[in-house]
């Protein structure tokens, strides 16, 4: 990928993150998540897909850390294994595009440790085409339906076993992508932004249930998703995320009373919920 696609791809959310850290709109305060209070999670059910690697295992062992019960799972048998061998977790195998397979990693998750409490939904893959020559139609698919079907999916397999428990809290793995314009990977850019959607309109709509749903928008993370592109950011000045930095902000929100809100994470600024700008009324 080119630098100056990618700088220029980067610059209205980087000016945007920043406007927000300084001044918000002017008129509120910048929204922040709560500081994870000790025990906050201990103890709770965790499903975490795309868990093998980056930013699923980053959470997931962020997750033992509080002692939370934490199954992990991935496409990727034997890395998955491993993972849940040295994080000392379980393991299912699980292909996020096939529904059943996603009711069948919930129920093997309830029968195992007796229900659902928290759900991060993070399986996802780069989308490195555009519409012009490069695109793939088999890749096309392949992105949208790990991308986006991987949430709907996940969330219609998991939401009987949170009600069951009680509630619980979903977390989805979105993108600053999803709120800002990334030209390089418009297909990446599109499914994340329907995952932002999906959020926004499942927060309302089952909070009567018990069950928050909210997402993370991270910018470049230090995960095999941008090994492509490393170079060149790099290169650029583009500061990379530790993924221990979102495996923080994304616990903060799971402990968090909050529904429907986008939490960005970027590099050198501490977590905010995005704010969207209202619409005008019709008249």
Partial sequence: MKLAALTAARAPVCCAAMHAESTGDGKRPVERPIELAPEALRGKVALVTGGAAGLGKGVASALLEQDAVVAIADIDAELGAATAEQLACHFIELDVRDLDANRRAVEETV???????????????????????????????????????????????????????????VIATASLAGLAAMAPQPVYGTNKAAVVGLVRALGPMHIAEGIRVNGICPGFADTAIIEGVREALTAGGVPIIP???????????????????????????????FRFPGLPRAR
Avoid: C, W
Avoid at 125 to 134: I, K, N, Q, Y
Avoid at 251 to 263: K, S, W, Y
């Fill in 111 to 169: 029968a195992k440790f007796g229900g659902l409490d928290l759900l991060h939904l993070n399986a996802g893959v780069e989308s490195p085409f555009t519409l012009g020559d490069d695109f793939d139609v088999d890749a096309y698919r392949r992105a949208m339906a790990i991308n986006l079907d991987g949430v709907v999916f996940g969330f219609h397999a998991a939401r009987p076993a949170m009600i069951a428990s009680g509630g619980g809290s």
């Fill in 243 to 273: 993924v221990k930095a979102v495996a923080d902000a994304t616990l903060r929100l799971f402990a968090d009373d909050v529904n429907g809100r986008l939490l960005v994470i970027q590099a050198g600024v501490e977590p905010y919920y």
